[in-house]
C-alpha cells in the first residue's frame, strides 16, 4: 500500500470521526471502509496498474466526505475536500482530475464512462449481494428518519428495496460474476418479506372487519365514550367535593368569629367607655353573617320533585341517572325506566351528556357564590380591622368617634 493511500486513510478516519454528524449511521466510516476493501478487492483480480488502483482507492476513500457538509450534491463537495488534500500533498493536477471524476461517477443514475467509474460503483452498492443486505437497509432507512424526516412504513421500505436491486446492474463483469447470485437471493427474500406482509395486512383487515361486525351487532358502547364519561364525571363529582370543602371552611371560620364577637366583644358595648367599638364590632358581624349564609348558600341542596310519566320516559326528557328525577316513585317503575333506557343506546348516552351537563351547572353556581364569599370575607376583614385601628385612633386621642 502506498504512503498515500496510508495518510490518506489516517485523513478520512479522523476527518470523518471529527466532522460526520452522529445521525449519519449508514453514511459513516464503517461504510467508507468497506467500499474501500470492496475497491481493493476488484482492483486487486483485475490487476490493476499501481496508478490505476491507487486512484480508485483515493475516490473509495473520498467519496462520502461531502456528508459533512451537505447531503445534496455531497459528491461536489466531497471532490472539494480530496482535492485541497491531495494538493496539500503534492499530487499532480491529472491524478486530482482522474480522483474527481471518479468520485463525481458515484452519483445515483451515472452512467460510468471508463472501466474505474463502474468499479467505484459496483463498490459502493456491493452490499446489495451482502449477507447483511437488512442490516445496511435498516440503517440507511434510520439514517433517513433521522437526516430527511422521512418515515417510511416497512412495507414501503420493502417496495423501495425491491425496486433498487430490481433496476442495479453491476458495470464490471467481475462484479457481476462474484456478487449478481447473492445480489438475487436477497432480492428474493425481499419479496417473501413482502409477501408476508401482505398476508398479515389482508389478514388484519378480516378480523378487524370481523370485530366492527360484532361490535355493531352487539351495539356495545365504544370504550372512548365509557372512558370519556367516567373522567368526566369523576372530575365533576371531585370538584363538587372541593367545592364543598371550602364552603364548610369558610363556615367554620366565620362562625367561630361570629360566636368570639358575641361572647368577648358584644359583652363590652354596653360600658360608656367602649361606645367607640359598637360600629367597627357592628361592621365586623354584619361582613361574618354574610359570609355565613353565602357559604350555606353554596352547600344548600336543591332537590326536584322526583316524578316521572311514561310519556316522559318514551320521549326522552327524563334522565333517570340524577336521583332529584326518581326518589318519589316506586321501584317497579324505576326498573321499567332503567330496562327502556338501557335498550336505546342514544337515549342512555343523552341521559349521560344530560347528567354532564347539570353537575356543570350545579359546579358554576357552587364556585360563583364561593368566589362572592371569599371576596365578601376578605373585603370584610379589611374594612373592620380599618374601623377597628381608627376608632382605637380617636379613642386615644380624645376626640369624638365619627361613627357613633
Known amino acids: 500500500m502506498s504512503p498515500l493511500i496510508i495518510k490518506t486513510e489516517q485523513f478520512v478516519t479522523k476527518y470523518l470521526n471529527d466532522n460526520l454528524d452522529s445521525t449519519y449511521v449508514y453514511h459513516n466510516i464503517a461504510h467508507t471502509q468497506r467500499v474501500v476493501a470492496k475497491a481493493h478487492e476488484l482492483a486487486e483480480e483485475l490487476k490493476l496498474s499501481d496508478t490505476e488502483k491507487e486512484q480508485l482507492l483515493l475516490a473509495a476513500w473520498f467519496h462520502d466526505t461531502g456528508f459533512t457538509k451537505t447531503i445534496d450534491g455531497h459528491e461536489k463537495e466531497s471532490v472539494k475536500i480530496a482535492s485541497d488534500f491531495l494538493k496539500d500533498e503534492n499530487v499532480s493536477e491529472e491524478t486530482i482530475k482522474s480522483v474527481s471524476e471518479i468520485i463525481m461517477a458515484t452519483q445515483m443514475n451515472y452512467e460510468p464512462k471508463n472501466n474505474l467509474e463502474g468499479l467505484i460503483k459496483d463498490a459502493d452498492c456491493a452490499h446489495v449481494s451482502s449477507k447483511n443486505y437488512e442490516d445496511y437497509a435498516s440503517l440507511l432507512r434510520k439514517e433517513w428518519e433521522l437526516t430527511l424526516g422521512k418515515k417510511v412504513t416497512k412495507?414501503?421500505?420493502?417496495?423501495?428495496?425491491?425496486?433498487?436491486?430490481?433496476?442495479?446492474?453491476?458495470?464490471?463483469?467481475?462484479?457481476?460474476?462474484?456478487?449478481?447470485?447473492?445480489?438475487?437471493?436477497?432480492?428474493?427474500?425481499?419479496?417473501?418479506?413482502?409477501?408476508?406482509?401482505?398476508?398479515?395486512?389482508?389478514?388484519?383487515?378480516?378480523?378487524?372487519?370481523?370485530?366492527?361486525?360484532?361490535?355493531?351487532?352487539?351495539?356495545?358502547?365504544?370504550?372512548?365514550?365509557?372512558?370519556?364519561?367516567?373522567?368526566?364525571?369523576?372530575?365533576?363529582?371531585?370538584?363538587?367535593?372541593?367545592?364543598?370543602?371550602?364552603?364548610?371552611?369558610?363556615?367554620?371560620?366565620?362562625?367561630?368569629?361570629?360566636?368570639?364577637?358575641?361572647?368577648?366583644?358584644?359583652?363590652?358595648?354596653?360600658?360608656?367607655?367602649?361606645?367607640?367599638?359598637?360600629?367597627?364590632?357592628?361592621?365586623?358581624?354584619?361582613?361574618?353573617?354574610?359570609?355565613?349564609?353565602?357559604?350555606?348558600?353554596?352547600?344548600?341542596?336543591?332537590?326536584?320533585?322526583?316524578?316521572?310519566?311514561?310519556?316522559?320516559?318514551?320521549?326522552?326528557?327524563?334522565?333517570?341517572?340524577?336521583?332529584?328525577?326518581?326518589?318519589?316513585?316506586?321501584?317497579?317503575?324505576?326498573?321499567?325506566?332503567?330496562?327502556?333506557?338501557?335498550?336505546?343506546?342514544d337515549y342512555l348516552y343523552s341521559s349521560l351528556t344530560k347528567d354532564l351537563y347539570f353537575l356543570g351547572l350545579v359546579l358554576n353556581r357552587k364556585y360563583n357564590l364561593l368566589r362572592l364569599t371569599y371576596t365578601v370575607f376578605m373585603i370584610g376583614i379589611v374594612i373592620s380591622v380599618i374601623c377597628f385601628g381608627v376608632a382605637f385612633h380617636l379613642a386615644e386621642t380624645g376626640s369624638t368617634s365619627p361613627l357613633i
Not at 367516567?230 to 364543598?244: C, E, G, M, P, Q
Open 155 to 345: 412495507s414501503e421500505w420493502l417496495q423501495e428495496n425491491i425496486k433498487f436491486i430490481t433496476n442495479h446492474t453491476f458495470h464490471s463483469a467481475l462484479a457481476s460474476a462474484k456478487w449478481e447470485k447473492r445480489k438475487g437471493k436477497n432480492l428474493a427474500n425481499l419479496l417473501k418479506g413482502q409477501n408476508k406482509i401482505k398476508e398479515s395486512t389482508n389478514k388484519l383487515k378480516q378480523k378487524k372487519a370481523e370485530l366492527q361486525f360484532k361490535k355493531e351487532k352487539l351495539e356495545l358502547p365504544e370504550r372512548g365514550i365509557e372512558t370519556m364519561f367516567r373522567v368526566a364525571l369523576r372530575n365533576h363529582i371531585t370538584l363538587s367535593d372541593i367545592a364543598d370543602t371550602k364552603a364548610n371552611i369558610l363556615l367554620s371560620v366565620n362562625a367561630i368569629i361570629i360566636s368570639l364577637v358575641l361572647s368577648n366583644l358584644v359583652s363590652k358595648l354596653d360600658n360608656p367607655s367602649n361606645h367607640y367599638l359598637i360600629w367597627p364590632t357592628v361592621i365586623f358581624a354584619l361582613f361574618t353573617v354574610a359570609s355565613i349564609v353565602l357559604s350555606v348558600l353554596a352547600t344548600r341542596p336543591n332537590v326536584t320533585q322526583g316524578k316521572f310519566t311514561k310519556d316522559d320516559v318514551a320521549n326522552k326528557k327524563v334522565n333517570l341517572l340524577f336521583f332529584g328525577n326518581f326518589h318519589k316513585m316506586k321501584l317497579d317503575e324505576f326498573e321499567w325506566a332503567m330496562h327502556e333506557m338501557m335498550q336505546d343506546r
